[in-house]
């Protein structure tokens, strides 16, 4: 089956402790991206590649690094969560390749910095 | 900078009325468009999209618009059932950087 899996699906942690949200996705699709959500804010994006090794920052990438070793993981890594990184995250996916590809996400990593 | 605006912000309607949602961008050099659904603290799914050569795309009950030269696409929904209370949110993907730009989302509510 086609997707994006994101883990975990819920997160508790305190302030400055490094965490890796990690994102896969078993499409062989170019490009990988992340997102924040936030209410009354939307979709804002933090980080994408349009393939490996290549990466480029969103609307939002303070405080967050991402790699692309590897065409299906792309991990959001936060070095020192703070608590105003408390949001709901998402990761997706597509292909470069063609016009009708569509955007797939996976299903939220809830995180909560204390 | 391509942005992405939906009008409007929410909605709310009788069950069984049909009812249209606006996406508008501001860049008409666009890869393709695509139509979202998102359930409360779920991922988003996509429902149609449309390729920017093409001017409409139809899936059951919805029927999707595009006129890039305007900037603008609706999203059309028949016979409005409660199971499609939801966000709807519109992305266009650019030429440029191929990337995804979200508009801020229509919130639907059907009532029974």
């Known amino acids: 089956e086609a997707q994006v899996t994101q883990n975990p699906r819920y997160l508790i942690t305190v302030t400055g402790k490094k965490l890796t949200v990690t994102c896969s996705q078993n499409?062989?699709?170019?490009?990988m991206s992340w997102y924040r959500q936030d209410p009354g804010l939307g979709l804002r994006q933090i980080y994408y590649s349009m393939n490996v090794e290549v990466t480029d920052k969103g609307d939002v990438p303070e405080g967050y690094k991402v790699s692309r070793k590897e065409k299906r993981n792309f991990p959001l890594i936060l070095e020192s969560p703070s608590p105003n990184q408390t949001s709901l995250y998402f990761c997706?996916?597509?292909?470069?390749?063609?016009?009708?590809?569509?955007?797939?996400f996976g299903s939220g990593t809830q995180l909560s910095v204390l | 900078k391509q942005e992405v605006t939906q009008i409007p912000a929410a909605l709310s309607v009788p069950e069984g009325e049909n009812l249209v949602l606006n996406c508008s961008f501001t860049?008409?050099?666009?890869?393709?468009l695509q139509w979202f659904r998102q359930d409360p603290g779920k991922g988003l799914t996509s429902l149609l999209l449309i390729q920017s050569s093409q001017r409409e795309q139809t899936s059951g009950r919805l029927n999707a618009s595009l006129d890039k030269s305007s900037g603008r696409s609706t999203l059309y929904i028949a016979a409005s059932q409660p199971g499609d209370s939801a966000t709807y949110l519109c992305a266009v993907r650019d030429n440029y950087g191929q990337n995804f730009v979200f508009g801020p989302g229509t919130r639907l509510s059907v009532l029974p």
């Open positions: 997706a996916s597509s292909s470069n390749r063609a016009t009708n590809e569509k955007l797939f």
């Open positions: 499409m062989n699709h170019e490009y």
């Open positions: 860049d008409s050099a666009i890869y393709n």
